[in-house]
């Protein structure tokens, strides 16, 4: 069984920074994309970035570009999300998705977490 | 701003069927996948590439595209169908990841 679970959200000023994690099992998880995805209560999805399976293509949407960092350790089936510089705007759910393909940008998203809330304020 | 449109708001007759529409000139090179998200639920992927279900999707969905307009539909809808539906796809270059605003389908 696909699992995917988040942790590392909770409340944190703005400009701070967090550490978003992604802990996977039941797949093999150095064969696919995977994607960080965010969703505003009560409003749409949201693409935050993607990273191919071998971490070495990446992607971000505009509105974190230059501040939230992904990256994937293949060996501990792991991804996390650093995101820095934050701003009341990023305050979101933010869930890992698991790519149905290889690489950073196929928009197939087949598993998701449950998602870890982050809230930004002072 | 979503390079992909979606109309907000949908309704059906319980048993009819309903098309759910996503436009977008990046659809005219890429496929279209769609995704069902119940309240205080995580979004499941019902459709994807050229009209393919993952397992478990039930075959009164599925899907179509015609130039820059991509399209999920329900034949017979069911009152389990009520949801928000997303459409994503890549952007105009092919490198990133845009999502569709959403729409509310009512099952009436």
């Known amino acids: 069984e696909v699992q995917l679970v988040e942790s590392g959200g909770g409340l944190v000023q703005p400009g701070r920074s967090v550490k978003l994690s992604c802990a996977a099992s039941?797949?093999?998880?150095?064969?696919?994309?995977l994607h960080w995805v965010r969703q505003t209560p009560g409003k749409g999805l949201e693409w935050v970035s993607g990273?191919?399976?071998?971490?070495?293509?990446?992607g971000y949407a505009d509105s974190v570009k230059g501040r939230f960092t992904i990256s994937r350790d293949n060996a501990k089936n792991s991804l996390s999300l650093q995101m820095n510089s934050l701003r009341a705007d990023d305050t979101a759910l933010y869930y890992c998705?698991?790519?149905?393909?290889?690489?950073?940008?196929?928009?197939?998203?087949?598993?998701w977490g449950r998602g870890t809330l982050v809230i930004v304020s002072s | 701003s979503s390079e992909l449109t979606q109309d907000p708001a949908v309704s059906v007759a319980l048993g009819q069927t309903v098309s759910i529409t996503c436009q977008g000139d990046n659809l005219r090179r890429y496929f279209a996948a769609w995704y069902q998200q119940k309240p205080g639920q995580a979004p499941v992927l019902v459709i994807y590439?050229?009209?393919k279900r993952p397992s478990g999707i039930p075959d009164r969905f599925s899907g179509s595209s015609s130039g820059h307009t991509a399209s999920l539909t329900i034949s017979g809808a069911q009152a389990e169908d009520e949801a928000d539906y997303y459409c994503?796809?890549?952007?105009?270059?092919?490198?990133?990841?845009?999502f569709g605003g959403g729409t509310t389908l009512t099952v009436l």
């Open positions: 990273i191919s399976w071998n971490g070495a293509h990446i």
């Open positions: 039941g797949f093999t998880f150095d064969e696919y994309g």
């Open positions: 590439g050229q009209n």
């Open positions: 994503n796809s890549r952007d105009s270059s092919g490198s990133l990841v845009v």
């Open positions: 998705a698991k790519g149905l393909f290889l690489d950073a940008a196929a928009p197939e998203f087949d598993f």
